[in-house]
């Protein structure tokens, strides 16, 4: 990343972790999983990817960009899965390891610290928009799965030649058919795929994930890094609402 793209991303990933982290536990119990799904995708398209993934209980899940580990906590408690979440944010590690207790790495997409063919299903939500090296990340988990091995992905593809208004800084959207291209030159092959509907929520989930965010407006609302944070999450709304991006869901099957 640039240094431009770097200090975005921290803001967003990093900073606001911590923050949300902060938040969650002081509103108590029933906030931290809604709040930590944010941006990661609903239940109804974690519950799409896991159906997909032919998870038993015990399976290991490789989490990569998993943020402060929202969708690893849910799918850990759902399908009594074992994820461990790799993510390039050191404050999001701390957040997800604090809050939900789970395995948790600092590590780069392009550089996920496992060994070859560790698992036989991992996931990626709303990552690629976030790297340069899509084909990099995307190589990466092919080796660390099984030959067969299931990878599940949400991704904001562009679905229009042009942007209408400006993307969050250090975001770039691939077409359908530039990821379909991405996947098939890492070794996969498409399965399965679906538009999310990122408001597939039981009652009450997103008033908690609501609440979080009021919590950290109210602590933190006059730094320069929230309104930066905030200004990041409001272009990419924006960009969704206007049409112009379509939140993907994707299953691929590794080759061997």
């Keep these: 990343m640039s240094g431009l793209d770097s200090e975005a991303m921290e ?17 108590g119990p029933g906030h931290a999983v809604p ?5 990661s995708g609903s239940v109804g398209s974690l519950r799409w990817l896991a159906d997909r993934l032919d998870l038993a209980p ?8 998993a943020g402060v580990g929202g969708p690893a906590r849910w ?3 759902d399908r009594l899965v074992a994820p461990v979440c790799l993510e390039p944010m050191v404050g999001a590690v701390h957040a997800s390891r604090r809050m939900f207790g789970l395995p948790s790495a600092v590590a780069l997409a392009q550089a996920l610290p496992l060994r070859d063919g560790v698992a036989g299903a991992a996931w990626s939500l709303g990552v690629l928009c976030t790297t340069a090296d899509k084909a990099g990340a995307l190589a990466e988990l092919h080796r660390v799965l099984r030959p067969g ?23 770039s959207f691939p077409t359908p058919a530039e990821l ?12 399965d795929r679906a538009t999310a509907d990122l408001h597939d929520n039981p009652p009450g989930w997103e008033d908690a994930a609501d609440a979080v965010d009021a919590e950290v407006a109210r ?38």
């Design 11 to 27: 803001d967003e990933f990093g900073v606001a972790a911590a923050w949300t982290e902060e938040a969650a536990r002081a509103l």
């Design 35 to 39: 709040a930590g799904c944010r941006g």
């Design 58 to 65: 015990g399976d290991l899940l490789v989490d990569s960009g």
């Design 75 to 77: 799918v850990a408690g």
């Design 149 to 171: 091995g299931r990878l599940g992905l949400l991704v904001f593809a562009q679905v229009v030649d042009e942007l209408p208004a400006p993307p969050p800084d250090g975001n």
């Design 180 to 191: 379909d291209a991405l996947l098939g030159g890492a070794g996969f092959d498409v399965v």
């Design 219 to 256: 602590r933190h609302g006059e730094d320069p890094r929230y309104r930066h944070s905030l200004q990041q999450a409001q272009r990419m709304g924006a960009l969704l609402s206007a049409g112009a991006l379509r939140p993907e869901l994707v299953v691929a099957v590794r080759r061997a």
